[in-house]
Structures are given as structure tokens and as C-alpha cells.
């Protein structure tokens, strides 16, 4: 798998249905050891509510997890699963946590409810692309480093860090093709002068984009 989706931010949403308060968390997680310890977090917080039910995926080993934590079997932890795996969603964690309210909602009720839970979240949170992009070092002069700030960006890249001497070398990161734009541009910029070196390639998220 070259690429694959991801939430682009973590967040939290609440709606209320017959009296039942459903909150969700959604945090994007890199592991199963994350995922499970957020899991434990939310139980922990939310003590007192009547269920804390989840799903996670993660994309390295293709891990696919849910619970019902006590609702009827097949109504929560699998309807919350199914929005991710429609929409190719990884490295996602979500906690869906119910307040009852004394109003049973029914299979299909707690089914549309928990679903909803997961899909509010992941509008709200967003996703990114992830992808392999190629890290640069980039050598500046002080009075071009504004001047590459906005070329890095124009051209889809990340400046990640900074080091600060005679003169700049800026550790910029760039999505496929983003390299080979900013180098024309960085040859222009400088008459020539300077050129910037690899230094490795590794998977990051792209911008956000909309579910």
C-alpha cells in the first residue's frame, strides 16, 4: 500500500437522542498499544456512563478491533467500524460513550445512533493522505528565508525544523513531485548558487481534506 487515509485531527462530538447523551473521541493512533490506551482514558473519564463502546484500525498488520461493551451484540462496535472501512479510514481509534436516558432506542435505533457517533466525528476531525514524501536539506541566506517559506509551501512541502548559523539550512519535507518544483525554483531564488541534498524518505500526512 503506497498511500492510505487517515484523521487528519483528533476531536470530539456530542449529540443527544431520546435522552441518551452520546459523546465521541476520535484520535488518530499509530499503534494498537495507543488505541487501547485511549480506550482505557475514555472508561476511566467517563466512569459512569452506561457504555463505552469502540473501534479501532490500524494499517500496519491490517489490525481490526470493536467492542459492544454491553449494548446488544452487532448494534455499536461494528455499525462505528463500518463508517471507517467504507470510507478506507486507518490508524483511527474511536469511542463512542452513552449516557442512557431511560428511553430504549431498539436494534435499529442503537445501531443509526452509534453510526452517527462515528460519522460526526470523522466530518469534524477531517482526513489526510498519507504518503511517502522525500525529505530535503535546503541551504538559506537570512534575507531569502521568508522568501522560501512561502516557495516550500507553494510547492505542497513542510518545513519541519531550522538550523541557525552563517546561514539557514531549513529541513523541508515534500509530497511526490514537490522536490523537483522547489528545485527549479530554488535555482532561480539563487542564481544557481545553491542546491539541496536528500535526506530520506518517510510516510506523513498530507493536507486536510474533507469526508
Keep these: 500500500m503506497t498511500e492510505y487515509l487517515v484523521p487528519f485531527e483528533d476531536c470530539e462530538t456530542e449529540f443527544t437522542e431520546k435522552r441518551s447523551r452520546f459523546i465521541t473521541h476520535l484520535w488518530r493512533v499509530e499503534s494498537e498499544e495507543e488505541a487501547r490506551s485511549r480506550i482505557e482514558e475514555m472508561k476511566k ?21 470493536y467492542s459492544d461493551d454491553g449494548e446488544p451484540q452487532g448494534t455499536a462496535g461494528q455499525p462505528m467500524l463500518n463508517v471507517f472501512q467504507r470510507q478506507e ?27 452517527k457517533g ?21 541551504p ?15 510547492c505542497g512541502g513542510v518545513l519541519r525544523d531550522a538550523e541557525y548559523g552563517q546561514d539557514i539550512t531549513l529541513h523541508a519535507a515534500f ?37
Design 45 to 65: 473519564k467517563y466512569y459512569d456512563a452506561r457504555h463505552n463502546c469502540w473501534c479501532y484500525l490500524i494499517q500496519e498488520g491490517g489490525i481490526v478491533r
Design 89 to 115: 479510514v486507518w490508524n483511527v481509534c474511536c469511542v463512542v460513550t452513552r449516557y442512557f436516558g431511560g428511553v430504549l432506542l431498539g436494534a435499529g435505533g442503537l445501531t443509526r445512533a452509534y453510526t
Design 118 to 138: 462515528a460519522v460526526d466525528a470523522m466530518t469534524e476531525a477531517g482526513i489526510a493522505r498519507m504518503s511517502l514524501w522525500t525529505l530535503w536539506d535546503v
Design 140 to 154: 538559506c541566506t537570512y534575507p531569502l528565508f521568508e522568501r522560501m517559506k512561502l516557495d516550500i509551501a507553494a
Design 175 to 211: 509530497p511526490a513531485g514537490g522536490a523537483q518544483q522547489f528545485q527549479t525554483r530554488l535555482t532561480e531564488l539563487t542564481a544557481g548558487q545553491a542546491d539541496m541534498q536528500p535526506t530520506g524518505e518517510e510516510f506523513l500526512p498530507g493536507p486536510r481534506e474533507d469526508v
